[in-house]
């Protein structure tokens, strides 16, 4: 029987990630899709077909998103680009400096795409989260970060998470889903110093936040009040992020990397995991509205 302790966990792929990061779930076509950062790729995987297929990109890829219209648009080292779905990639937006890069991003409700950009250094404070619009305009929104990560909304909009890997904090923010503005900032859960950070993180239907751990072995269940429960133990030294996926939407696809982690030593390594029974559900993944 499945349980937080002794997950059910099959791998839904073959491909390794040196860093997979971002799975969205698509119902309609039963896809789940997710990028390499390390790898400069993204992979899709119909789910139960075991087969993937890679699409390699000219530039570094921190997340992907479904337009309504169809295609992706990917967060990237310079900026924000058009990618087909046959993996034509246009840039239309490159204007982060030569030092930065995109890495985690997710929709919101009406749309709009929120990604939080880093110094390829990790420079403490110069992470920024960016939003961008449905008609492709783009506005800083808050600065200050080290390493942006993880981003997600509670189920009436009120509120928005945001992970800050290397200043191990998970913040939250009241939010107005309608204009896109955030107020009121506060550090929801503040994590122990070391080299265990959060990473990626998605929403239960009934609010609870599953944050992704790196270097932690887990992923954390988080209470919309910032109380921990038990959290569910993963055999990948590094998850990195994850989405709901399945009929029910009560599947957690898991992402993780393989950066420093022998992969002799851990059959999961790298790869992208679907576990079941854990009891939860959350909804599909957003599209954006551009």
Known sequence: MSSRKNPDLTRISDTR??????PIWNAKTRAVTWVDIAGNCWHQTILGSNKTTTHAAPSTLGALVERKSGGYVAATKEGFADISSDGTFTPFAEFLGKEERFNDAKADASGRWWAGSLTTDFVPGRGRIWALEADRTYREVEVGFNLPNGIGWSPDNKFMYFADSTDHVLWRFDFDLATGTLRNKKDLVRFDKGEVVPDGLTMTDDGKILLA?????????????????????VPVKRPTSCCFVGDKRD???????????????????????????????????EKFGG
């Open 251 to 285: 599947i957690l696809i898991l992402t993780s990397a393989t950066s420093d982690v022998n992969p002799e030593a851990e059959e999961f390594t790298g790869q992208t995991m679907a576990i079941s029974g854990l009891g939860f559900t959350g909804a599909e993944s």
């Open 17 to 22: 990630s040196g860093c997979g990061e971002g």
């Open 213 to 233: 751990m790196w270097n932690g072995f887990r992923i954390e269940v988080i209470n919309p009040d910032g109380s921990r429960e038990e959290p569910i133990q």
